[in-house]
T-cell receptor, first 111, second 114 residues
Framework: GEDVEQSLFLSVREGDSSVINCTYT??????LYWYKQEPGAGLQLLTY?????DMKQDQRLTVLLNKKDKHLSLRIADTQTGDSAIYFC???????????FGTGTRLKVLA | EAQVTQNPRYLITVTGKKLTVTCSQN?????MSWYRQDPGLGLRQIYY???????DKGDVPEGYKVSRKEKRNFPLILESPSPNQTSLYFC?????????????FGPGTRLTVL
């Protein structure tokens, strides 16, 4: 079945770039998403990319999509302590209204 | 303020005692969905609804029921809760459920079943 995988933890120093990686299995996915979950809160959509794109940039966020390897990444430039959160990769399943989320990557930013 | 609300936010109950977690949105969204979040497993979709009286199973529907009698409300019903349903539950909604729509999430309900 469909699956989305992420590493569980990432630690970076304030001011450095963070790169969070995700692999997915559904080759027919048309949209892939990145969500942010701050402590004690629900998820918030950060950005999404359509599968006919290779890259999308939005201020400090850069999303890269490698369709051949089914690999998605989120780069956060100039990472701040406020970026500390759990980041979820998700895909929508073509032909359905279902969404598959990854396990989440906990990003810790060290001052 | 546009939002998704869930009640209760915290609940401790015992095995077999029926409970309902309510979800309401004020954005006139057609699509609503329930997820559970468990450590190491991420979010898993339980049920979703494309509109009033239209619901379908997600990846982990066993032990749950839903109903969508009104557009704004999408309650999650646990007829006979068991300890393996101890989890953090999120309700979400989006305009039409199409892939370019943003899903808005509620604050979560932490359920403990003893």
């Amino acid at each position: 079945g469909e699956d989305v995988e992420q590493s569980l933890f990432l630690s970076v120093r304030e001011g450095d770039s963070s790169v969070i990686n995700c692999t997915y299995t559904d080759s027919s996915s048309t949209y892939l998403y990145w969500y942010k979950q701050e402590p004690g809160a629900g998820l918030q959509l950060l950005t999404y990319i359509f599968s006919n794109m290779d890259m999308k940039q939005d201020q400090r966020l850069t999303v890269l999509l490698n369709k051949k390897d089914k690999h998605l990444s989120l780069r956060i430039a100039d990472t701040q302590t406020g970026d500390s959160a759990i980041y979820f990769c998700a895909e929508s399943i073509v032909g359905t209204y279902k969404y598959i989320f990854g396990t989440g990557t906990r990003l810790k930013v060290l001052a | 303020e546009a939002q998704v609300t869930q009640n209760p936010r915290y609940l401790i109950t015992v095995t077999g005692k029926k409970l309902t977690v309510t979800c309401s949105q004020n954005m006139n969204h057609e699509y609503m969905s329930w997820y559970r979040q468990d450590p190491g497993l991420g979010l898993r979709q339980i049920y979703y609804s494309m509109n009033v009286e239209v619901t379908d199973k997600g990846d982990v529907p066993e032990g749950y029921k839903v109903s969508r009698k009104e557009k704004r409300n999408f309650p999650l019903i646990l007829e006979s809760p068991s300890p393996n349903q101890t989890s953090l539950y999120f309700c979400a909604s989006s305009l039409q459920g199409i892939r370019s729509d943003e899903q808005f999430f509620g604050p979560g309900t932490r359920l403990t079943v003893l």
